[in-house]
C-alpha cells in the first residue's frame, strides 16, 4: 500500500493535484481510513457524491473500494453540488458522507469534503486519518455500494419551504460547476425567470474560474445584468456550496453584507441569537448583528471551524467572507450556495426593487484579500511572531484567534496564515481613504519587524 503525500491532508479538507499527489491509490487509503474510522465510531453508511470535475468518477469508485473493505456500506449519490451530499446525509438517516470535490481550485485539482456522524472532519481530526493509513490501523469487511438519487428530494425541500413574494428576473452563473445542474431548476420552480451563464456542468471549467469571491469572475454577470431586463445576479462556485451576489448597477454585494441581510432577517424569527462570522469580515457585522438585538460572535476563517462553533454554540446563523453561509434556522446547519441563494431572494423580492435592501447595506472603503507568498511553513511562524512581538500602537483591541485582528477607532487590519497556501492573508477596512492607508502603515511596519527583509508590497 503506498501512503499518500502528507501535504494532501489540509486544514479544512484533504486536496491535492489528481495523479500527482492525490492518486486513486491514496483515495482507496483514504476510503479505508474513514470507514475504518467509522467502525469505530458505530457509524454503519457513508454517502458519497462528487462535483463535476473529470477526475471524479475514478476517485470515487477508489474511495468506495476502500470504505467498502473495512465492512462500512456506501451510498453513491452521483454528481451533485456539495450541499446536496451534505443534505443527503441528513434525508437518508445516515449522518456521514464525503464530498469528492476540488471546490473552486483549478480542474487538475480535487479532494475530499468529510461529515461522520454529523461532525465535520477538521484540523486534528484530519491528521489522524493520515496518521491511520500511515499505521495500516484498518478494519475489515465487506461492505456494499448501492445508488440513490436525491436531487428531486433537496429541490421539493427547498421549494416547499423558502417562497419568493413576487416573481423576478435573475442571472444565475455556475461557472461550469456541478451547481449548474440544478440551480436554474430550482430558482424556476421558486417562481423566477432564469438567464443562465455557463451552467453546462464542464470539469475543465472552459469559460471562467468558478470562484465568485474573485470579482474578475463576475464580470459575466454584471455584463447581462447591464443588457437586460434581469434584477439581480447570483454566482456559485465549482461545488456550488459558496454564493456570489451582483446588484442591477453591477455592484458586488461581498458576503459579509450578505450576512447582514440574513441576520436581519434570521433574528426576527430568533430574538436574541448568535450569529457567528469569521476574522475577514467587516467590523460592520457585529454592529448590524447588534442593532438587531443579535448576539455577534467572531471566529476562525474556514467552512469546517465554522461549522464546528456553529455546532457547539447552536446559532442559527454563520458566515465567512469567502462565500460560505450556514443556515440553521429552518436548515441544516451546512454551508450551501444554492439555498443562501434562494433565502436571498425570498428576502429582497418583498421590495418591488430587489435591489434597495441590497445597495442600503452598511459599507466602508476596504480592500481585497492581499497575499504575501512565502515558503511552505513560513506563513505560521510569521504569524506566531507577530502575535507574540507585533507592535500596533494605534490599536484599541487586538483579537489573535485566528492571525492577527487589530480594531482601531476607524478601521480594522487583519494578518493571518492561509491553511491552503503557504501565503499570509492581509485585509483592512477603514471608514476613509486616509484611514485606511494609516492602518496599512502600521501593519508594514509591524510585519517587517517581526520578519526582517518580509517584501510587503501595499
Request: one cysteine or more; proline letters at 5%.
Amino acid at each position: 500500500m503506498s501512503i499518500p503525500a502528507p501535504e494532501i491532508f489540509k486544514a479544512y479538507d484533504i486536496r491535492g493535484i489528481v495523479g500527482k499527489t492525490l492518486t486513486a491509490d491514496a483515495a482507496r487509503s483514504i476510503g479505508r481510513a474513514l470507514g475504518s474510522e467509522a467502525r469505530e465510531r458505530g457509524l454503519k453508511t457513508i454517502v458519497v457524491g462528487r462535483d463535476g470535475r473529470l477526475s471524479g468518477p475514478e476517485l470515487v469508485a477508489a474511495l468506495a473500494a476502500g470504505i467498502t473493505e473495512t465492512g462500512t456500506d456506501v451510498i453513491d449519490i452521483g454528481s451533485v453540488p456539495t450541499p446536496v451530499t451534505y443534505f443527503a446525509a441528513q434525508h437518508l438517516d445516515v449522518g456521514s458522507c464525503v464530498s469528492v470535490t476540488g471546490s473552486h481550485n483549478p480542474p487538475d485539482y480535487n479532494g475530499f469534503k468529510m461529515v461522520l456522524g454529523g461532525e465535520t472532519l477538521f484540523a486534528e481530526r484530519i491528521q489522524e486519518l493520515r496518521r491511520r493509513i500511515e499505521a495500516e490501523r484498518f478494519a475489515s469487511g465487506r461492505g456494499s455500494v448501492r445508488h440513490e438519487k436525491v436531487e428531486q428530494a433537496y429541490l421539493d425541500r427547498i421549494v416547499g419551504d423558502v417562497k419568493i413574494s413576487r416573481p423576478m428576473k435573475i442571472v444565475v452563473d455556475c461557472g461550469n460547476g456541478v451547481a449548474g445542474a440544478l440551480a436554474p431548476e430550482l430558482f424556476r420552480r421558486m417562481g423566477c425567470e432564469v438567464q443562465e451563464l455557463f451552467c453546462e456542468v464542464d470539469g475543465s471549467f472552459p469559460n471562467h474560474h468558478p470562484d465568485p469571491s474573485k470579482p474578475e469572475n463576475l464580470k459575466d454577470v454584471q455584463r447581462a445584468l447591464k443588457d437586460t431586463d434581469a434584477e439581480l445576479g447570483l454566482a456559485f462556485d465549482g461545488d456550488g456550496d459558496r454564493l456570489g451576489v451582483v446588484t442591477k448597477d453591477g455592484e458586488i454585494i461581498f458576503p459579509d453584507r450578505q450576512l447582514m441581510l440574513f441576520a436581519a432577517d434570521v433574528l426576527t424569527r430568533v430574538p436574541g441569537g448568535t450569529v457567528i462570522f469569521d476574522v475577514k469580515c467587516s467590523r460592520w457585522v457585529a454592529q448590524s448583528v447588534k442593532h438587531q438585538g443579535g448576539k455577534p460572535l467572531m471566529w476562525k476563517t474556514g467552512h469546517a471551524f465554522i461549522k464546528g462553533k456553529l455546532r457547539e454554540t447552536g446559532a442559527p446563523l454563520a458566515g465567512e467572507m469567502s462565500g460560505h453561509m450556514f443556515f440553521k434556522e429552518r436548515w441544516y446547519g451546512f454551508d450551501d450556495g444554492l439555498y443562501a441563494g434562494a433565502r436571498l431572494l425570498e428576502i429582497v423580492s418583498r421590495w418591488k426593487d430587489a435591489n434597495w435592501p441590497l445597495k442600503h447595506l452598511p459599507n466602508a472603503i476596504s480592500t481585497p484579500e492581499l497575499n504575501i507568498k512565502m515558503k511552505e511553513g513560513e506563513p505560521h511562524a510569521l504569524i506566531a511572531k507577530l502575535q507574540k512581538d507585533g507592535k500596533f500602537p494605534g490599536a484599541k483591541e487586538l483579537f489573535t484567534l485566528d492571525g492577527v485582528r487589530a480594531e482601531y477607532a476607524d478601521g480594522f487590519g487583519l494578518a493571518r496564515a492561509s491553511n491552503t497556501t503557504p501565503v499570509v492573508v492581509l485585509r483592512f477596512e477603514a471608514d476613509s481613504e486616509a484611514a485606511l492607508a494609516r492602518i496599512q502603515d502600521e501593519f508594514k511596519a509591524a510585519l517587517e519587524a517581526v520578519w526582517p527583509g518580509l517584501a510587503v508590497a501595499f
